[in-house]
Nanobody
Framework: QAQLVESGGGLVQAGASLRLSCAAS????????MGWFRQAPGKEREFVAL????????YYADSVKGRFTISRENAKNTVYLQMNSLKPEDTAVYYC????????????????????WGQGTQVTVSS
């Protein structure tokens, strides 16, 4: 059974960096676009970043553009989210997800465009 497992979350101070990892197992995700979402307490889950199955295209939410970088290593079935210059408003549970739509559809489809989801990892940024 396909499974996505996030790791790398933690408690850091504002301005610090963290790298999240998402390890896939049970199937090969090398043909899946992979995304990161986050959900803060009392708020809806929101899109953070997306990378195409080849790694050749990326897309970011405006709130993280220039601070976060998504990448992937298909040989390791792993996706990463490098988060720099963290702010208290980045505090949330971060989820990775996999989808197999075309690029534009993957961007426009929101959460329903993803077939697989991880359980999430907590990121807390103190001021």
């Amino acid at each position: 059974q396909a499974q996505l497992v996030e790791s790398g979350g933690g408690l850091v101070q504002a301005g610090a960096s963290l790298r999240l990892s998402c390890a896939a197992s049970g199937r090969t995700f090398s043909r899946y676009n992979m995304g990161w979402f986050r959900q803060a307490p009392g708020k809806e889950r929101e899109f953070v970043a997306l990378i195409s199955w080849s790694g050749g295209s990326t897309y970011y939410a405006d709130s993280v553009k220039g601070r976060f970088t998504i990448s992937r290593e298909n040989a390791k079935n792993t996706v990463y989210l490098q988060m720099n210059s963290l702010k208290p408003e980045d505090t949330a549970v971060y989820y990775c997800a996999g989808g197999a739509l075309g690029w534009t559809a993957q961007i426009m489809g929101g959460m329903s465009a993803y077939d697989y989801w991880g359980q999430g990892t907590q990121v807390t940024v103190s001021s």
